[in-house]
C-alpha cells in the first residue's frame, strides 16, 4: 500500500456511505401524508421485506452448502484457494447488504414521494432521486470499501517477497475469488427478481385489468401490492445486486490484469492496481457532486427536469474524463494517455449503448413507431415487427463494444503488439471507467420504481389525478435515464465479462505455479517456466485456438447455454403467473366483498405466491449457469471452458440487447398509441399492443436482464474451479 | 486418378441422372386430368418459371458482376485463385439447373398427383414421390458430377509434382472454389425463395381467410397462384439449393482436408480424397434402390404408406454403414474403422436431430402440446410459450452436434491429439455421411409441396372433398418427414461450416506459399516451413487465440450478423407481403366479379409482386453476408476471419433451430387445436394459435432456414477471400 493514490479507494467508499445516509435520513423527515397513504406504504415495504427474508433464507442454505462445498475443496482435497469460502460469503453478504438497504430506502421513499407529489413535482423528484441516490451510494460504497479492505488483509496474510512480481499476482487473484459470492447474490437477486417482478405484474393485470375490468393498481386487486413490491426487488433490488457485481467484478479484473501485465516490473505493478480503485474512488466522490446537482426550482416543468437530471450525470461524467487523466498521471503509471484512452473509450462506449438503447425503445423515434404503425394489422404483425426491431437494435451496440474493446486494447498496449496482458488490462480499465459514476447512473435507474410505486400509492389512496399526473411525470422521466441505464448494465456486463475471462488465465497460472506444473513444454518445441509464461505461450500450451474442436464444440454449447437459460426463464414467468392468476380468480370467487370494494383482499398470499414461486423457478436456470463451466471443465479442459465462456458472452450479449429491447419497443409503442397515436386506447391497434407489451414483459424485466447475470457468473466460476478444471480433466 | 474407387463418383452421378430422367419421363406419361385442373396446374407453372427468370435475371447480373471482381483480383492483381471466376460460374450455373429441373419436375407432378389421387392414395403417393425424387437424384447427380469433373479438370491443368504433397492440396483447394457459386446461388433460391413463399402465404391469409373470410386456396383469392407457387420456390427450389451447397461443400471440404492431413503420405492422400467421393457415389446408389423400396398396395392406409416411405429412407441409411465400411476397407485408407466411425458419427447425428426436430414441434409430444394449452388464454400467452419451447429446442441439437463432432473428430484422428488435421478430416467426413443418402431424404421433403400443391388444385378445380382428403393425407405424412429432413439441413448446414472453416486454413497455406510467405516465426521462437506448417503452428502464428481481441471481437460481429441477417429478412417478409396485401384488397375493391366468382382475378400481378419483393428484399441481408468476411478480414485479419466464422456459425446455428421449432410448433399447435381440441375451430384459443402460426411463419421458412445459407456462405467467401484477406490486413 505504498501507493498513496490508493487510499483514495476506502476514503471515497466512507464518504459514499456517509452520504448515502446522510440522504436517507433527510428522506425519513419528509412527510408520509395520509393514514391511507402510510398504510399502503406499509403494506408494500411488509411484502418487500418479506421477499427479501425469504430470499435471505434461501441464500443461507445455498451459501452455506456451497461454502461447504468450497472448504472441502480449498482445505479437504487442496484444489482450492484457501481464502474462497471466507470472501464467497462476505461478497454474497455485502450485496446482500447494500440490497436491503436499497430497499428499504426505496419503500419508506415511495410514499412520501406521493406526500410531496400532492405540492410539487420539484419536491417528488427531490425525495424520489435521492432516495435513489442512496441505493447507488451505498453499493458503490460498499463494493469499494469491500475490495480495498480485502485487498490489504490478503497482502497482509500472503507469504511471499512483495517485491517479486508473482506476489501482487497471487494477492490479486485471491481477492478476485470476492467476485464469487457477489455473483452468486446478484444471481438470486436478478433472477429471482425478475421472476418476482414480471409474474406478479402478468398475473395482476391478467385478471384485474383484462378480466375483471378494474385499472391498473386498483386496491380491490389482491395481486396489486406485489405487483408494487415487483417494482423494487427487480428494478432496485435486482439491478442494484447486478452493477454491485459488475463494479466489483470490473476492478478485481483490472487489478489482477494490472499485476500480470507488470509483473516484470514490481514498481509499477502497485500503481496499475491501484488505478481502477483511484478512478472509482473519484468516480464516487462526482457522482455525490452530481446529485447535489440535480435541482430544480418550484413548480418547474418537465423538460426542465429532465435538465436537471441530465445535468448532474453529464457533469460527473465530463469531469471523471478530466480527473482520471489527473490521477493516473499523479500516480505516475506507465503508459498514462494509453491507460487514461481506455478510461474513456468505456465510458464512451457505455454512452453510446445508453443512446442506441433510448433509440431502438423510444416512442420519439422510428422503430417503436414502426411497431405502434404495425399493430394497425393485428397482433402477429406487431410481434413480428417487434422481433425485426429488437434484433435489429443489437447492431450498434455491438459495433460499441467492439470498437469500445479495440480502441481500449491498442491504447493501453500502446499499439505494440507483443503487450497483450498490457492490453488486456486496458479493457477491463475500460470495464471500470464505464461504472466509475455508478453512484449517480444507479440513482437515475432506482428512483424510477420509486416514482412508480408513489404513482400506485396516489392511486390506491384515492388522491386526486394532479397527483397521479405528477408521479407519472416523473415515472416517464425515469424511463428515459432507465434507458440509459439498462444499456450501461449490458454494456458493463460484457466488458466485465471479457475482463473476467481475460483473468483466468492468471488464475490458471498461479494453480500451475502452486501444483508445480513449472514448465510448459509442447509439439512447438519451447519450454518457459510458468511464471514467465506469456499469454500466447498459454494458448499455445491449452490449444486455445479455433480451431481446436474442444473450443469449437465449447462455443456451441456456450450458445445454447444462453438461449436454455432464456427459454426457462421465459417459462418460469409464464408458469408463476399462472399460479398469481389462480389465486386471484380464488379470491374474487371466495370473496365477493372484494370486488365490492366491502372487504380487503388478501395481499400477503399473493406476495407470498410470487416470492416462492421465483425461488422455486430460479432454481434450474441457475444450476444449469453454474454447472456449466465445471461440467465443460471436467469434459474438455481450460481450452473448452475459454470456448463456452466466449461463446456465452458473445451469443449472450446479443440475445440480451434483442430481448431487452424488444421488450422495450413493444412497451413504447404501446404508451405511444395509448398516447393517442393509431386509434388510441381501446382500439384494435390498442389491443394488439397491449400483447406486445404482455410478451415483452419477461423478455425485458427478467430473461433479458438475467443474461447479464449469466455471462459474468459462468466467468466467475470457470475462476474460482481453475483448480478443479486443472486437477480433473477427463478428455 | 489413380484410385479405381475414385470413379465410382462420376459413374453413381450419371446413374443418378438417368434414374432421375427416367422418373420425370414415367410422371409426363400420367394422366392430367380435366381441363380445369390443368389450366390451374398451368397458372403455377407459369408463375413458377416466371419467378425463375426474374431470378436467373437478376443473378445473371449479379454473378457476372462478381466474376468480373473474381477476375480482375485473379489476372489483374494477383491476389485470387485464378480458376475461381471459372469454377464460380459453374457452382452457380449447376445449381440453378438442378433447381430449375426441380421445379419443372413439382410443378407438372402436381396436377397428375390429383389426377391419381383421385382413384387412389397409393397411385398418388407414388407419382408425387418419384417426382420428388427427381430433386434429390438431381441434386446429388449434378452436384457429385460436377466435383469429379473439376477435380480431373484442375489436376491436369496443374503444374507440380502429383508425388508431392503439396500438389494434391493445391488441388483441392482450387476445387473448393466451386462452393463459392453453388453458395451465391444457395442465397438467391433460400434467401429469396423464403421471402416470396411467405410474403405470398401471409398475404393471401390475411386478405382471402380473415377479411373476405374465403377458404385457403380459393381461385377467387388473387394471391392462391402465387401461394402455390410459394410452396415450390421455397421448399423445391430453397431446399434444393440449400442442400446442393451443403452437398458439395462436405465433399470438398473432406477432399481439401484429406489432402492436407497425408501431405506427408502422398501414397495416402488419393485414398483420403477418393473416399467422400466414393461414399457419396454409394449413397446414390442406395438412395435409388430406396425409392424402388417406396410403394405400396393398391388402397393403403396412412400408416402403412408412412412404413413405406420410411422403409425407402431407413434402407437406404442402414446399407450406407454397411457399404461405406465395405468401401473404405477396399480402398485401404488408414484408419479405416475411425474414417467410418466418423461417418456413422455424422448420419447418427442427423437422424437425433431429425428426431429432436420432430420431437420439438409434432402435436403427438409435449412441447408442442403446452402451445396449444397456452392458446387457451390468449395470443400472449402461446407466443411466451412458443418462444420457450423454441429456446429449449435447441438443446438437443447442440449436443448431437457436439457429440457427433467430438466423435468424428476423436475417431478420425485414432485418439492421437497430434492428429488434428485427420481428425478435422473426421469433421468432414460426418458431414459427407449425413448427407450421402441425400437423394432420397431431399425426396422425401420435395414430395410435400407436390402433395401440397396437389391440394390446392383439387380444391380449386372443384374435384370431391375424397381427393382432398387424400392429398391432405399425404401432405401430413410429408410434415412427417419434412420435420427430419429440416434436422439434416440445419445439421449439414453446420458440419459443413466447421468442415469449411477448418479447410480455410489450407487456403491460407497455399495463398502464404503463393505469396512467398515461406516462414513462420514468432515470440515462441520457432520458425518452420509453411509447407510443413501444422495447424498449432498456424494458430500461434496467426493467434487465433480466444484472448487476441481481434478474435473475441469478431466473435461478437458473428453473434451480432446472425441477429442481423435474421432481424431483416425477418422484417423483408413483413414489407413483401404488405404489398401483397394492398393487392389483393384492390383487385377486390376494383373488380367485385371477383369474389362473386364472374370474374378472373389477376394472378399473375401477384406473382410478380411476389417475385420482385423477394428479390429486392434479399438485397441488404445478403450484402452483409458477403461482407461481412471480407470487411472482418481486412480489418482484423486471418484470425478475425476465423472468430466471425465461428461466431456466426455458434449463434446462427443455435438461433436456426430456435427460429424453425417456435415455428414449426406453433403451426403444428394450431392444427392440433383444428383437430378439435382446446375448443376446435374458432375458439378463442384457435384465434390465439393462429396468431402464433403467423408469426412462425417468417421464423420457419424464411429466417431460420436462410441461416442455414448465412453460415455456410461466409464460410466459403472468407476461403475464397483468403488471398485478399492475407494482402490488404489493415490492423
Redesign the interface.
Known amino acids: 500500500m505504498n501507493e498513496p493514490v490508493f487510499w483514495l479507494a476506502p476514503l471515497a467508499s466512507i464518504f459514499a456511505l456517509y452520504f448515502a445516509w446522510r440522504f436517507f435520513r433527510e428522506m425519513r423527515t419528509q412527510d408520509e401524508g395520509t393514514e391511507t397513504m402510510r398504510e399502503i406504504g406499509a403494506h408494500v415495504r411488509k411484502g418487500a421485506m418479506a421477499y427479501l427474508r425469504q430470499q435471505y433464507k434461501i441464500m443461507l442454505v445455498v451459501f452455506a452448502l456451497v461454502a461447504g462445498l468450497f472448504s472441502y475443496l480449498a482445505y479437504g482435497l487442496g484444489v482450492q484457494n484457501p481464502w474462497l469460502p471466507v470472501t464467497f460469503i462476505f461478497g454474497g453478504f455485502f450485496s446482500a447488504l447494500a440490497g436491503y438497504f436499497g430497499m428499504q430506502t426505496a419503500t419508506l421513499a415511495s410514499t412520501r414521494t406521493t406526500a410531496a407529489a400532492r405540492t410539487s413535482l420539484a419536491g417528488a423528484l427531490n425525495v424520489a432521486f435521492r432516495s435513489g441516490a442512496v441505493m447507488g451510494l451505498v453499493v458503490v460504497g460498499l463494493g469499494l470499501g469491500n475490495l480495498a479492505f480485502w485487498f490489504v488483509l490478503v497482502d497482509l496474510f500472503t507469504a511471499g517477497d512483495p517485491g517479486d512480481g508473482a506476489y501482487l499476482v497471487l494477492v490479486t487473484t485471491t481477492v478476485l475469488t470476492f467476485g464469487m459470492g457477489a455473483s452468486m447474490q446478484a444471481l438470486f437477486a436478478r433472477v429471482g427478481g425478475g421472476i418476482y417482478t414480471k409474474a406478479a405484474d402478468v398475473g395482476a393485470d ?1 385478471v384485474g385489468k383484462v378480466e375483471a375490468g378494474i385499472p391498473e393498481d386498483d386496491p380491490r386487486n389482491p395481486a396489486v401490492i406485489a405487483d408494487n413490491v415487483g417494482d423494487n426487488v427487480g428494478d432496485v433490488a435486482g439491478m442494484g445486486a447486478d452493477l454491485f457485481e459488475s463494479y466489483c467484478g470490473s476492478i478485481l479484473a483490472a487489478s489482477a490484469l494490472g499485476a500480470a501485465a507488470f509483473a516484470a516490473e514490481p514498481a509499477m505493478q502497485m500503481k496499475a492496481i491501484a488505478a481502477p480503485m483511484a478512478i472509482a474512488g473519484l468516480g464516487i466522490l462526482l457522482s455525490v457532486l452530481g446529485v447535489f446537482l440535480v435541482k430544480t426550482r418550484e413548480g418547474a416543468g418537465q423538460k426542465e427536469l429532465l435538465g436537471a437530471l441530465s445535468k448532474g450525470i453529464n457533469t460527473s461524467a465530463a469531469l471523471i474524463v478530466v480527473a482520471s487523466a489527473a490521477v493516473l498521471w499523479l500516480l505516475g503509471i506507465e503508459n498514462v494517455w494509453g491507460v487514461w484512452g481506455a478510461v474513456v473509450s468505456g465510458l464512451v462506449t457505455g454512452l453510446v449503448i445508453g443512446r442506441s438503447t433510448e433509440y431502438s425503445t423510444s416512442p420519439s423515434f422510428k422503430p417503436t413507431r414502426s411497431i405502434a404503425a ?1 399493430a394497425e ?5 406487431t ?3 417487434g ?6 437494435s ?2 450498434i451496440p ?2 460499441a ?2 470498437t469500445g ?2 480502441l481500449a ?1 491498442l491504447f493501453a498496449s500502446g499499439f505494440d503488439p ?1 503487450q ?1 496482458t498490457q ?2 488490462y486496458g ?1 477491463a480499465i475500460a470495464a471500470v471507467g464505464m461504472l466509475s459514476t455508478l453512484g449517480i447512473t444507479l440513482a437515475s435507474d432506482a428512483y424510477g420504481p420509486i416514482a412508480d410505486n408513489a404513482g400506485g400509492n396516489a392511486e390506491m389512496s384515492g388522491l386526486g389525478p394532479e397527483v397521479r399526473e405528477r408521479t407519472d411525470a416523473l415515472d416517464s422521466l425515469g424511463n428515459t435515464t432507465a434507458a440509459t441505464g439498462k444499456g450501461f448494465a449490458i454494456g458493463s456486463a460484457a466488458l466485465t465479462a ?1 475482463a473476467l ?2 483473468s483466468y ?1 492468471e488464475v490458471i497460472r498461479i494453480e500451475m505455479i502452486k501444483a508445480g506444473t513449472t514448465m510448459l513444454d ?5 519450454s518457459v517456466a510458468t511464471a514467465d509464461a ?4 498459454f ?2 500450451y491449452y ?11 465449447a ?6 447455454v ?3 437459460f ?3 426463464t ?2 418460469a ?2 408458469r408463476a403467473a ?1 399460479l398469481m ?1 389462480e389465486e386471484v380468480r380464488r379470491q374474487f370467487r371466495e370473496n365477493p366483498g372484494i370486488l365490492k370494494g366491502t372487504s380487503e383482499p388478501d395481499y400477503e398470499r399473493c406476495v407470498a405466491i410470487s416470492t416462492v414461486g421465483a425461488q422455486r423457478e430460479m432454481a434450474i436456470p441457475s444450476l444449469i449457469a453454474i454447472a456449466a463451466p465445471i461440467v465443460v471443465g471436467l469434459l474438455f479442459g481450460v481450452a473448452g471452458v ?2 463456452l465462456l ?2 456465452g ?3 449472450g ?3 440480451a440487447v ?1 430481448l431487452s429491447n424488444a421488450g422495450g419497443a413493444w412497451d413504447n409503442a404501446k404508451k405511444h398509441i395509448e398516447a393517442g397515436n393509431h386509434g388510441g386506447k381501446g382500439s384494435p391497434a390498442h389491443r394488439a399492443s397491449v ?1 406486445g407489451d ?2 415483452g414483459d ?1 423478455f425485458k424485466d427478467t430473461s433479458g436482464p438475467s443474461l447479464n447475470i449469466l455471462i459474468k457468473l459462468m466467468s466467475i466460476v470457470a475462476i474460482v474451479m481453475a483448480g478443479v478444471t486443472l486437477s480433473y480433466t477427463l478428455i
Open positions: 391478467l404495425a394489422s393485428g397482433a402477429a404483425t410481434i413480428i415487427a422481433i425485426g426491431v429488437g434484433m435489429l443489437t447492431v455491438v459495433l463494444v467492439a474493446t479495440t486494447y507483443t497483450m492490453g488486456l479493457i471479457l475471462i481475460a488465465i509442447l509439439g512447438h518445441g519451447f506469456s499469454l500466447l505461450d494458448m499455445a490449444e486455445v485456438t479455433l480451431l481446436n474442436p474442444a473450443v469449437l464444440v462455443l456451441f454449447l456456450g450458445a445454447m444462453a438461449f436454455t432464456s427459454g426457462l421465459v417459462q414467468v409464464g399462472q392468476v475459454i470456448g466466449a461463446g458472452l458473445a451469443t450479449f446479443v440475445l434483442f400483447i404482455t410478451i419477461p
